[in-house]
């Protein structure tokens, strides 16, 4: 299980194409080889109310958390933080770089027993098409 869920400012989406930021951050994840394909999500939550910093000249953010099942090294999830970081900030800076913007990531373990998933049939699909990448 990784879920990358991801808030960002309303102001943003006229200057970015937001689907292909969620693509190039489940890219990182799968690149990272540390998650299995078929528990990678990654989706965007769209902020109308929001105030930033003093509130002046409009800030825009991206705030992401990451969700992954409890049991990985600390040097994993810290690899693994730094890669979804990085390829977040990689992608974003040529567009943005010149307003005022915050990017951050938090990374969160789910532990298992309080995870329910009875009811998924992603796996099945992903083997009978024989997908590597979502």
């Known amino acids: 299980m ?55 000249d409009e800030p825009g953010f991206i705030d992401m958390t990451l969700r992954m099942g409890m049991g990985r090294e600390e040097d ?16 974003l800076k040529p567009q943005i770089a010149d307003r005022p913007f915050a990017l951050s990531l938090e990374v969160i373990e789910i532990a298992s027993r309080f995870s329910e998933k009875r009811f998924n049939t992603i796996h099945t699909f992903l083997k009978e098409s024989g997908a590597r990448r979502g």
Not at 22 to 34: E, I, K, P, T
């Open 76 to 91: 994993v999830r810290l690899a693994v933080t730094e890669a979804i970081y990085a390829a977040a900030e990689s992608w």
């Open 2 to 56: 990784a879920h990358l869920s991801f808030e960002y400012s309303a102001n943003l989406e006229a200057d970015l194409d937001l689907q292909a930021f969620c693509d190039q951050l489940r890219d990182a994840m799968v690149d990272s080889g540390v998650f299995p394909l078929g528990g990678i999500r990654v989706r965007g939550t769209r902020v109308d109310v929001a105030t930033i910093a003093g509130g002046e």
